[in-house]
């Protein structure tokens, strides 16, 4: 089974991974400014989300051999390869396990390190939603705020909304995988893995997914990695700061 992308521009390829919940829809602005910077840009769905398959392993040895997949379908080598928060833990172990094909690595607020489970009221809310009696994106919505406050959070979520048919809303991501799973999004980057070629972090301001005490964990799995922060955003960093989150990666990836 192939994962499904979006593939724009000319150039160097250029993959970019999706967060947990997320899809490669989420990166459409950004990914045609990379494709206009001489880029060809591969937005990839990755399992269980997005227009993706739906199976019901789910792990970032998985997803790294998804990955590995494409990229040997596609013949890929020689790639840039970004990846935002679970997006940038299966980047992390794929640069690791395979290194020859990733000329430079860009990781958008995550650290290497585990992250307790904390996607309890989201997934509780998404469960809950009744599309037998919830017929509109406005309904969805309002139901939603009742388990997820923050609007921005909301919208992104929605964004899973499809029509299955007529009349019909449902949701894209395979949400009873991605629930019996959700332990494995907080994984660690296995301990003796490195990658020693360019790597930039990016961690949101407001953000407390990468902090200062990541520092010596980053160096020690990624020995060439710098950390830049993007100012006025928090964890959605390239959604909520697109114009300073895209000049920090066209710098890396140019230079």
Not at 9 to 25: A, E, K, N, T, Y
Not at 208 to 215: A, C, H, L, N, Q
Request: charged fraction near 20%.
């Amino acid at each position: 089974m192939m994962l499904h992308s979006k593939i724009i521009g000319q150039g160097q390829p250029f993959i970019v991974l999706h967060g947990f919940l997320g899809m490669s829809d989420n990166w459409k602005t950004l990914g045609n400014k990379f494709a206009d910077a001489g880029f060809e840009i591969h937005l990839v769905d990755q399992r269980n989300h997005g227009r993706s398959f739906h199976d019901n392993e789910f792990s970032y040895e998985v997803l790294a051999q998804d990955l590995k997949q494409y990229c040997d379908e596609h013949q890929l080598e020689d790639s840039i390869l970004l990846g935002h928060s679970m997006g940038g833990k299966t980047a992390m172990l794929f640069a690791t396990e395979y290194p020859e094909l990733i000329s430079k690595l860009i990781v958008a607020d995550i650290s290497p390190r585990f992250y307790p489970i904390h996607h309890d009221a989201i997934l509780e809310g998404l469960s809950a939603l009744d599309f037998d009696h919830i017929k509109t994106r406005g309904a969805a919505d309002t139901f939603l705020s009742q388990y997820v406050s923050e609007v921005g959070t909301r919208m992104f979520l929605l964004k899973n909304l499809y029509w299955v048919e007529k009349g019909q809303l449902g949701l894209r991501i395979n949400l009873d995988v991605l629930k019996a799973n959700v332990s494995e999004v907080g994984e660690a980057l296995p301990m003796h893995n490195k990658f020693e070629k360019l790597t930039l972090f990016l961690r949101g301001d407001k953000s407390e997914y990468v902090m200062p005490s990541d520092e010596a964990l980053l160096k020690q799995h990624f020995p060439l990695a710098k950390i830049e922060t993007i100012s006025n955003a928090g964890h959605w960093l390239h959604a909520e700061n697109p114009a300073d989150f895209y000049d920090a990666v066209i710098n890396f990836v140019t230079s």
